[in-house]
């Protein structure tokens, strides 16, 4: 079994480039459009070690979610899904989206770290636990 062309599911559909497009073009009216929004708070070292939260209103007593991106491991950050933040802000849900380090240039339990960081920052922001 090739592992590689199993988990690269951007490689089995032509379309991914056009959605991957789409999907940035809408994340970045969402972002712009969000007067709710903190983006780029730094929760760790690096410069792609930082998040977005999206807050359904002025305050900050919501529930809040930790979306973590999609993207292979190896490629794409959390502003390509800030749109995604949609549909659970609309339910007075807020959501954090991490930004978190790539394979091969660190190693999976390096990014496996990153996440946790990012839920530990978050925690400590907020005094919340967090859905995910």
Known sequence: MDLQAEYDNGAKVP???AIVAAWVRDAASFRDGHPNAELG???GPSPR???????PGAGRDAK???FIHGGYWQRLDASVFSHFAHGLLAHGVAVA???YDLCPQVSM????EQVRAAA???HRRTGRKLLA
């Open 41 to 43: 708070l730094s929760y």
């Open 97 to 99: 989206l991490p930004t």
């Open 109 to 112: 339990a390096a990014l496996v």
């Open 64 to 66: 809040l979610a930790l």
């Open 120 to 122: 530990a920052f978050m």
């Open 15 to 17: 379309e991914y480039p």
């Open 49 to 55: 070690q930082v998040i977005d939260v999206f807050w």
